[in-house]
Nanobody, 124 residues
Framework: QVQLVESGGGLVQAGDSLRLSCAASGRTFKTYTVGWFRQAPGKEREFVSAISRSGASKYYADSVKGRFTMSRDNAKNMVYLQMNSLKPEDTALYYC?????????????????WGQGTQVTVSL
């Protein structure tokens, strides 16, 4: 029902910033809660952040709180993840996902639609 495409990843040094983008298809985008997840090789997929349908409510994992900021522009069918003060531990493949479940879920099983991922690599 909705298609998602991430972009903006890259190779940066510790302390640098990146902004990831998630472009969504269709006119129903504003009915979806959107989340960001990340996965490093050999590790489980990890919740990063979620944003409500209107953008009024946001929820962040403790590991990124104060450094990452999520936002959305429903008129443009776009979601963003501004990542500041990046650390090597942030290195992962980052996924955008969408759900119509209530609240701001942090479990990957609650999200029905996923993008292809964009790689973020942070060196020392």
């Amino acid at each position: 029902q909705v298609q998602l495409v991430e972009s903006g990843g890259g190779l940066v040094q510790a302390g640098d910033s990146l902004r990831l983008s998630c472009a969504a298809s269709g006119r129903t985008f504003k009915t979806y809660t959107v989340g960001w997840f990340r996965q490093a090789p050999g590790k489980e997929r990890e919740f990063v952040s979620a944003i409500s349908r209107s953008g009024a409510s946001k929820y962040y994992a403790d590991s990124v709180k104060g450094r990452f900021t999520m936002s959305r522009d429903n008129a443009k069918n776009m979601v963003y993840l501004q990542m500041n003060s990046l650390k090597p531990e942030d290195t992962a493949l980052y996924y955008c996902a969408a759900t119509q479940s209530p609240g701001l879920p942090s479990g990957s099983g609650e999200y029905a639609y996923w993008g292809q991922g964009t790689q973020v690599t942070v060196s020392l």
